[in-house]
């Protein structure tokens, strides 16, 4: 779940978000756009991403002609309860 942890995580989340990064609800990891996507739709985006692998120890890898469909995008940011 994207439901976010800590008032750290949220914090992290919430700066991560100011700099453009977006949530992925499928692949669980964060999203910026590299450049202007090559496609916009109302249901989804292609272009280039910078993404963060967590599974490599969150480094930051590029992908192209990924297409970000917009159901996924996480846009809640809530506080955690504390």
Do not use: M, N
Request: charged fraction near 30%.
């Amino acid at each position: 779940s994207a439901r976010l942890g800590t008032y750290q995580q949220y914090l992290a989340a919430r700066e991560l978000k100011r700099k453009s990064w977006r949530y992925h609800k499928k692949y669980l990891t964060w999203f910026q756009r590299h450049e202007e996507p090559k496609v916009t739709t109302d249901e989804y985006e292609i272009g280039t991403y910078v993404y963060f692998d967590y599974e490599t120890g969150w480094c930051q890898r590029i992908k192209s002609d990924f297409t970000f469909e917009y159901p996924y995008l996480e846009d809640e940011l809530q506080p955690a309860p504390k």
